[in-house]
T-cell receptor, first 113, second 115 residues
Framework: GQNIDQPTEMTATEGAIVQINCTYQ??????LFWYQQHAGEAPTFLSY????GLEEKGRFSSFLSRSKGYSYLLLKELQMKDSASYLC??????????????FGKGTKLSVKP | EAGVAQSPRYKIIEKRQSVAFWCNPI?????LYWYQQILGQGPKLLIQ????????DSQLPKDRFSAERLKGVDSTLKIQPAKLEDSAVYLC?????????????FGSGTQLSVL
C-alpha cells in the first residue's frame, strides 16, 4: 500500500526555525515534493528531492533519505505569512510512465508573534 | 504567465443532482490532472490526461464521475449523480510533459458542497 505520514499540526514563533517531518512507504519512488497551501488557495511548489541530501532554497530547505523513507522541510526565520499547510507528496509507481503523485494529509503550521 | 484557470469557484448542489467543473491549464502544458481534496486531507488523484488521452483513471469512481479533454487543452469533470461524500475541493493541475521531476501547477479549485 501507499502511506505518507506527517504531523497534523505544528506551532512555532515568528523568527524561529521549524522542521516538518514526512515518512513514506510507497510502491516505488520517483522523487518527493513539498507544497505550500494557504487556506482556500491552490498548493504551490516549494521543493523537489530525488537524491539523498539537503536542497536549500532561501529560507526553505528540504532533506531526503531514501533508505529511511524520510524527508523533512526546514523553514528558517519564520514569518507570519508562513502560516499554511505543508504537503509532502511522493511520486510512486503508477499507470503513467512517471508514476502517481501521492499526497500526505498535510501539516498545518501556525506562526505566532 | 497565466496560471491554471478553474470555474466555478464555488458550487452548492443537492444530492443526486449533477455538476460540472471546467479547467483551462497553462498554455503548452500537455499533462492535466484532476484531484479531489476533502477537508483536512491531502489531494487525491482522480484522473490524469496526457494531451487528450487518459493516462490513469484508476481512482475515478466511474459510476458517477466522468472527465474529458477532447482537444487536449481544456478539461471538464462531471459528477452525476452527486453524493454527500463528494463534498470537497476539486483541484485541476497541469505540467509541461508529465515527466518524473516536473512540478505541478495547481488552479485555485472548485469548492463543492453537496447538501
Amino acid at each position: 500500500g501507499q502511506n505518507i505520514d506527517q504531523p497534523t499540526e505544528m506551532t512555532a514563533t515568528e523568527g524561529a526555525i521549524v522542521q516538518i517531518n514526512c515518512t513514506y512507504q510507497t510502491s516505488g519512488f520517483n522523487g518527493l515534493f513539498w507544497y505550500q497551501q494557504h487556506a482556500g488557495e491552490a498548493p504551490t511548489f516549494l521543493s523537489y528531492n530525488v537524491l539523498d541530501g539537503l536542497e536549500e532554497k532561501g529560507r526553505f530547505s528540504s532533506f531526503l533519505s531514501r533508505s529511511k523513507g524520510y524527508s523533512y522541510l526546514l523553514l528558517k526565520e519564520l514569518q507570519m505569512k508562513d502560516s499554511a499547510s505543508y504537503l509532502c507528496a511522493v511520486r510512486a509507481l503508477g499507470r503513467g510512465s512517471q508514476g502517481n503523485l501521492i499526497f500526505g494529509k498535510g501539516t498545518k503550521l501556525s506562526v505566532k508573534p | 504567465e497565466a496560471g491554471v484557470a478553474q470555474s466555478p469557484r464555488y458550487k452548492i448542489i443537492e444530492k443526486r443532482q449533477s455538476v460540472a467543473f471546467w479547467c483551462n491549464p497553462i498554455s503548452g502544458h500537455a499533462t492535466l490532472y484532476w484531484y479531489q481534496q476533502i477537508l483536512g486531507q491531502g489531494p487525491k488523484l482522480l484522473i490524469q490526461f496526457q494531451n487528450n488521452g487518459v493516462v490513469d483513471d484508476s481512482q475515478l469512481p466511474k459510476d458517477r464521475f466522468s472527465a474529458e479533454r477532447l482537444k487536449g487543452v481544456d478539461s471538464t469533470l462531471k459528477i452525476q449523480p452527486a453524493k454527500l461524500e463528494d463534498s470537497a475541493v476539486y483541484l485541476c493541475a497541469s505540467s509541461i510533459m508529465g515527466k518524473v521531476g516536473e512540478k505541478l501547477f495547481f488552479g485555485s479549485g472548485t469548492q463543492l458542497s453537496v447538501l
